[in-house]
T-cell receptor
């Protein structure tokens, strides 16, 4: 079955330190992978996506993610965290070969402390 | 980029009444829109895929007669929660597929609608 796992409910990091939010997936065929961020009572904002090509994808607000096919992972990273990065982060996969029917992970709450 | 709006952003209704939520693509046409439901501190659950001019495709476990979806135009999809009950209280988010000039199809999300049934 197609699925996305975000093993951490919450990630705590000090401002200025690097952050990683983990995501692994299980999907048949070639996955399209996405990261979204959600602030309280708001919709989702797109951060970045992997479709094909370079495994390291750079996105909005200094975030990047690395597609690792052998480990079926797509971890989100940022070299230096900001307090304003505190939010709920969702990893998602599209398994239809296009941009339909996104399957979302459970979400990881990122808390960046001053 | 493409903008998706939802109206209302917040609604409170009494148990047994029906509530309509609108999802609009403001600067592009969307043949396909999606409706998600999000419980507090939980992930998004896809409820249905809304296709312009045809019946919506519902995910397993979602009641078609409870959550009526109408996609009457290329810029508007509506979700009507019929005979609402307190357990229908949730955050409802829509998204729309957009094929912008020079780029691939992407999915854009609305800001969400907070429904509270009393």
């Amino acid at each position: 079955a197609q699925s996305v796992a975000q093993p951490e409910d919450q990630v705590n990091v000090a401002e200025g330190n690097p952050l990683t939010v983990k995501c692994t997936y299980s999907v048949s065929g070639n996955p399209y992978l996405f990261w979204y961020v959600q602030y309280p009572n708001r919709g989702l904002q797109f951060l970045l996506k992997y479709i094909t090509g370079d495994n390291l994808v750079k996105g909005s607000y200094g975030f990047e993610a690395e597609f690792n096919k052998s480990q079926t992972s797509f971890h989100l990273k940022k070299p230096s965290a900001l307090v304003s990065d505190s939010a709920l982060y969702f990893c998602a996969v599209s398994f239809s070969g296009g941009y339909n029917k996104l399957i979302f992970g459970a979400g990881t709450r990122l808390a960046v402390h001053p | 980029g493409a903008v998706v709006s939802q109206h209302p952003s917040r609604v409170i209704c009494k148990s047994g009444t029906s509530v309509k939520i609108e999802c609009r693509s403001l600067d592009f046409q969307a043949t396909t829109m999606f409706w998600y439901r999000q419980f507090p501190k939980k992930s998004l659950m896809l409820m249905a895929t809304s296709n312009e001019g045809s019946k919506a495709t519902y995910e397993q476990g979602v009641e078609k007669d409870k959550f009526l979806i109408n996609h009457a135009s290329l810029t508007l999809s509506t979700l009507t929660v019929t005979s609402a009950h307190p357990e229908d209280s949730s955050f409802y988010i829509c998204s729309a597929n957009a094929e912008l000039a020079g780029g691939p199809v992407e999915q854009y999300f609305g800001p969400g609608t907070r429904l509270t049934v009393t």
